[in-house]
T-cell receptor
Framework: AQSVTQPDIHITVSEGASLELRCNYS??????LFWYVQSPGQGLQLLLKYFSGDTLVQGIKGFEAEFKRSQSSFNLRKPSVHWSDAAEYFC???????????????FGTGTRLTIIP | EAGVAQSPRYKIIEKRQSVAFWCNPI?????LYWYQQILGQGPKLLIQFQNNGVVDDSQLPKDRFSAERLKGVDSTLKIQPAKLEDSAVYLC???????????????FGPGTRLTVL
């Protein structure tokens, strides 16, 4: 069964510093991968997604993620964080492959990002 | 374009009481999802509708949870009777169709936070 692991429950970075949030997945084939952000009191917003092709994916709000098959990872990065980036970040995998055309999202447990001035 | 609307935003009930949540998806979206997000966890799919039919309810605790999507637009999720472990945020999402691909994104509502005392 597909699964997602986000090893960092909480990360604190200074405003202007770079950011990397880790995500590891378990899946039997080439996965569909996603990063969502959830601000307090808000629903989830899609930051970026990977289906195939270029392993470096650009998203909204200056975020990018890199798919590394050998490491089963899809880490999220941002070169310089802003105070408004403080939120909860969820990595998700879409599948299963046996359900082509009706894939479901399986989410990780999330990483809470705190920004200090 | 209006997003996914949910109400109420917050609800506090005592165990064994009943509660209902309402969702209005984005206009034209045929697929509707209900997710349960327990504190400290990622969202978990409860039920998926395609128009007014249920596509997947394999993770819905059917002894106490029910959902309907009359006329294929709005949807209601009900819990009766509620248990303490039902305390969570209930998220509604909608998409043009089922599955995950470059052109089919799930859009999430702000959620309803349920506290069961």
């Amino acid at each position: 069964a597909q699964s997602v692991t986000q090893p960092d429950i909480h990360i604190t970075v200074s405003e202007g510093a770079s950011l990397e949030l880790r995500c590891n997945y378990s899946y039997g084939a080439t996965p569909y991968l996603f990063w969502y952000v959830q601000s307090p009191g808000q629903g989830l917003q899609l930051l970026l997604k990977y289906f195939s092709g270029d392993t470096l994916v650009q998203g909204i709000k200056g975020f990018e993620a890199e798919f590394k098959r050998s490491q089963s990872s899809f880490n999220l990065r941002k070169p310089s964080v802003h105070w408004s980036d403080a939120a909860e970040y969820f990595c998700a995998v879409g599948g299963p492959i046996s359900n082509f055309g009706n894939e479901k999202l399986t989410f990780g447990t999330g990483t809470r990002l705190t920004i200090i001035p | 374009e209006a997003g996914v609307a949910q109400s109420p935003r917050y609800k506090i009930i005592e165990k064994r009481q009943s509660v209902a949540f309402w969702c209005n998806p984005i206009s034209g979206h045929a697929t509707l999802y209900w997710y349960q997000q327990i504190l400290g966890q990622g969202p978990k799919l409860l039920i998926q509708f395609q128009n007014n039919g249920v596509v997947d309810d394999s993770q819905l605790p059917k002894d106490r949870f029910s959902a309907e999507r009359l006329k294929g637009v709005d949807s209601t999720l009900k819990i009766q009777p509620a248990k303490l472990e039902d305390s969570a945020v209930y998220l509604c999402a909608s998409s043009l169709g089922p599955g995950l691909n470059l052109y089919n994104e799930q859009f999430f509502g702000p959620g309803t936070r349920l506290t069961v005392l």
